[in-house]
């Protein structure tokens, strides 16, 4: 039913932006209006219709459904958690904005469109996240951090502006766009392990470190322009294309 009907939710109540919500299993729940909670959990099996409306979320988030819709998904909690198995699909960005956040390591998420990081904000990545559009950044120290063992995969631009953090152990960044894609230099120059996916070309952007393996599915180019260095410390492993110079 709708959030705005006090039938929908189980305390016949609509719950007040201070206070949770969880959309249970089997259930969808559609936005009337901009809508603001404090930890809110979307469940295996529930979705979320956000009707183009917004969320603001200020407490902890957790997607092991679907939230669908064209409307912002904003994470506005000081220090909060992200976590699901779930999927935000169709046209709706997702914002971080006013706090940090931490994405758990057992989540396992898919952003469909955009995820803005605002100025001066750190997402530290312990989980899977794969981001079909743009990863964002509003100014050079909006950051994504990287931790160990964590995975990201980039299905297109990755912070041109903005700060990529990923050199903690065994962590994977994964460029995988279906067309051509800039490979972000990250702080130090330095990635883990690095995989080129997708299809077009993956072009360096300066000269790049690599601690562990490198993997190549598609083109990777060390950009004839300036003829960027790679240093890799594990494994190189090319089922693709490696274009040292063009």
Not at 122 to 144: E, Q, R
């Amino acid at each position: 039913g709708s959030w705005d009907d006090t039938n929908t939710w189980n305390c016949l109540c609509i719950p007040a932006p201070a206070e949770d919500a969880v959309i249970a299993a089997g259930h969808t729940v559609t936005l009337a209006a901009a809508t603001t909670i404090n930890n809110f959990t979307v469940q295996t099996n529930a979705t979320l219709d956000d009707a183009g409306f917004d969320m603001m979320v200020n407490g902890n988030f957790v997607l092991n459904g679907a939230y669908n819709g064209c409307g912002r998904l904003r994470l506005d909690g000081i220090n909060t958690t992200i976590d699901g198995l779930g999927t935000k699909a169709l046209n709706g960005d997702v914002q971080i904005r006013n706090g940090n956040k931490t994405v758990l390591s057992s989540a396992n998420l898919t952003i469909a469109r955009n995820l803005r990081i605002l100025a001066g904000l750190t997402v530290t990545n312990y989980g899977i996240v794969t981001i079909n559009n743009n990863l964002i950044g509003s100014n050079a120290a909006s950051t994504w951090l990287n931790e160990n063992n964590s995975r990201l995969n980039a299905g297109n631009a990755l912070l041109d502006i903005g700060t990529l953090t990923a050199f903690s152990t065994s962590n994977t960044v994964n460029f995988n766009r279906g067309a051509n894609q800039n490979v972000k230099l990250p702080s130090a120059s330095t990635y883990y392990h690095l995989e080129i996916q997708g299809s077009g070309v993956k072009s360096l952007t300066g000269n790049t470190i690599i601690l562990g393996n490198l993997t190549i599915a598609s083109t990777f180019d060390a950009d004839a322009s300036f003829n960027y260095n790679l240093t890799i410390g594990g494994n190189w492993n090319n089922s693709g294309t490696f274009n040292e110079l063009l």
